[in-house]
């Protein structure tokens, strides 16, 4: 996927995503957040950081807080939601900061498995003693509920089948660990944190994936109503009355360090 896909796909429905999507993924940025020892005075870089949800919960924290992403419209929300963070426009395999600028650095499923250099570049910023953390899809996604609106889209969308192979491969086994190894860190113990994406209803389900880059890919295929319909159908046996839609996730993830 390229830079222009990216904000295309996420920029598209920016504050659709920053509203609806993205404040449903916290128990995920709480963990790595917490697993890096982000807190009081950390420099600190989130890569892919989009609309900056997790930039202002380490702002919030005490961090002085960076983030990085392909997509101006999801930055403009992202600076909206903490102003006092530097955050910029830029591509991930080349970061605009210099060597050994943080403490921590992470990506949310911002780095995919094909993406070594990405790697390489985080690693670089880093301090000695500095602590990366990616979190990626357990792998065998497509057998847990997570699956279910990729499913929907790949069912009728060839770019999305090549867009999850990419995402997926980081989350094998060793995969993640290789990539930190590769790049001159130190990976520790892979974890994992395991929660429920909360929807309030099916609509409100279906817009929020609508808003999402795979599914911006297949609508150029297939057009919106096709897209919305396969999603909708797929997600229908989610929803419990009184309850709304709960899908259930496993995030894993992996902190890699780099020798003092």
Known sequence: MSWKEVDQGWGDQAK????????????????????????????????????????????????????????DRLLNLAKRRTPEADIRHG????????????????SCRGIWGPNQQAVHEAARVLRPG?????????AGRDRSQIGKPFQAIRRISDHEIEWS??????????????????????????????????GADLDHEVRAWMAAGPAWM??????????????????????????????????????ATKPS
Do not use: K
């Open 16 to 71: 659709v995503w920053a509203s609806v999507m993205e404040p449903r993924w916290w128990p995920e940025f709480d963990a790595l957040l917490r697993a890096t020892q982000v807190e009081d005075g950390t420099d600190y870089l989130d890569i892919a950081c989009g609309s900056g949800l997790m930039v202002n919960m380490a702002s919030r924290r005490g961090a002085l807080a960076h983030g990085l992403d392909a997509s």
């Open 91 to 106: 591509d991930m395999n080349a970061l605009p900061w210099g060597d050994q600028s943080f403490d921590v650095a992470t």
């Open 130 to 138: 500095g602590r990366l953390g990616l979190s990626f899809f357990a």
């Open 165 to 198: 192979q990419q995402l997926g491969d980081i989350g094998r086994e060793g995969r993640a660990e290789e990539m930190c190894r590769v790049a001159g860190l130190e990976p520790a113990e892979r974890q994992g944190v395991q929660f429920d994406l909360e």
């Open 218 to 255: 297949a609508i150029q295929e297939r057009g919106a109503d096709e897209v919305e319909r396969s999603i909708r159908e797929e997600l229908a046996d989610l929803e419990e009355p009184g309850i709304g839609v709960r899908t259930q996730v496993l995030i894993e993830f992996v902190v």
